[in-house]
Every structure is written in C-alpha cells, then in structure tokens.
C-alpha cells in the first residue's frame, strides 16, 4: 500500500538554525499538507499546497515558515529561524483529489527539537 | 470563532465492550467531519466521515453520529479490541478541502 515518508524521523537543532524537513507524498497525488502537534496537544493545520502555490494557509505559518515542491517527488517545510516554541511533531499529508471525501493521508512525522 | 473539540480527554473501557467517543463543533456551517485515530508515535489515520447531510454513517466496527441540532457527533466503536487503544480526534474539513481543523483527541485505554 503507498504511503507517505518523512525524513528525518527526528531533527535536533539550536535555536535561531534553519531546518528542512522533508516528506515524499504518495506518487500521483496533487494535494499536499503541512501539521504540526506540540506534545500532548492537538494536530494543527499548517499549510496546503497545490500547483505549485499554497492553497490555504493558518496564522501559525508566518514568514519564518516556507514550502516547496523542488521535484516531483518531495515536498518540503522549512523554517528560518527555528525557536523554542518549534518543538513539536510535524505531520506531513498527501490528498490525490479535491473532494472532501478524498482521504488525506498523514506521514509518520518528524519530530523536531529546538534546543 | 471556529472550533472542534472533544468532551472526554481520556476514556477507559473494557475488551469487548463499546466506546463512545464525543466531540462537539461550534460552526453550524460546518458540513463535513472526519473521525482520525492516531497511535503512538503515528500520523493520524482516517477512520470514517460524515457529510452534514447525514445523521449517521457505519463503518466497520464503528459507526458515526452527528447531531447538527446540538452541534455534536460522536464515535462508536463495537467489541472495542486491544488496537483500539489510541488517541482519537475529529476533524472538520474546511476551505473545500484545503484545510483540516482538529479537535484536541480522546484517549481510549482497553482494558484486557
């Protein structure tokens, strides 16, 4: 069964560092999704992207927040200047419709740790 | 404001027996839900949804109501089995499917 990938399963990194991560969406899904979940707390919307723009974005993902789809495969959530409040599982998600009904699946997460 | 949230935060039930999970919403023009069930150390995965069309939608082993009157729906599942054991969340599809918004989970312990 296609799924979606995550890499790295884990990033540590310093505060004020840029990190990238990265997700492979199911192949030949158009639709894809940024989340992240602090410990403990609930899944937040981050991001949606289709055709090669964002599509809908949350209060969350402001300037220090960018994502690209550089080739066809990945598609890929980096933040600047990572601070503190960073920290969090970040989920990425693949969709191959429009339609509501048209299942979004999520990726196994990568945590990030911002020291 | 928009929000989609859960009553319960955990949920204790014995092997065999059946779980309710409830979650209330806020936006009565809110018209698609979805049921998520995540696991350890694992993304979120669809479990059923419901369009506000409807009051009520089986699956296997679990079924979904929605109670547009009262802004509430919520998460059977029948013979709850030891891989039920998860955080569960529902979810409200907004933006024409462009945005996702969750509610804060339900953790569901099975008791063996």
């Known amino acids: 069964e296609p799924e979606v990938t995550q890499t790295p399963s884990h990033q540590v990194t310093q505060m004020g560092q840029e990190v990238i991560l990265r997700c492979v969406p199911i192949?030949?899904?158009?639709?894809f999704y940024w989340y992240r979940q602090i410990l403990g707390q609930k899944v937040e919307f981050l991001v949606s992207f289709y055709n090669n723009e964002i599509s809908e974005k949350s209060e969350i993902f402001d300037d220090q927040f960018s994502v690209e789809r550089p080739d066809g495969s990945n598609f890929t959530l980096k933040i600047r200047s990572t601070k503190l409040e960073d920290s969090a599982m970040y989920f990425c998600?693949?969709?191959?419709?429009?339609?509501?009904?048209?299942?979004?699946?999520f990726g196994p997460g990568t945590r990030l740790t911002v020291l | 404001g928009e929000s989609v949230g859960l009553h319960l935060p955990t949920l204790s039930v014995q092997e065999g027996d059946n779980s309710i999970i409830n979650c209330a919403y806020s936006?009565?023009?809110?018209?698609?839900f979805i049921w998520y069930k995540q696991e350890s150390g694992k993304g979120p995965q669809f479990i059923i949804d419901?369009?506000?069309?409807?009051d009520k939608r089986q699956g296997q082993r679990v079924t979904v109501l929605l109670n547009k009157t009262v802004k509430h729906l919520s998460l059977q599942i029948a013979a709850t089995q030891p891989g039920d054991s998860a955080v569960y969340f529902c979810a409200e599809n907004r933006s024409g499917g462009f945005k996702t918004i969750f509610g804060a989970g339900t953790r569901l312990f099975v008791k063996a």
């Open positions: 936006n009565s023009a809110s018209d698609y």
């Open positions: 419901i369009r506000s069309n409807m």
């Open positions: 998600a693949s969709k191959g419709g429009r339609r509501q009904s048209d299942t979004q699946y």
């Open positions: 192949s030949n899904h158009l639709y």
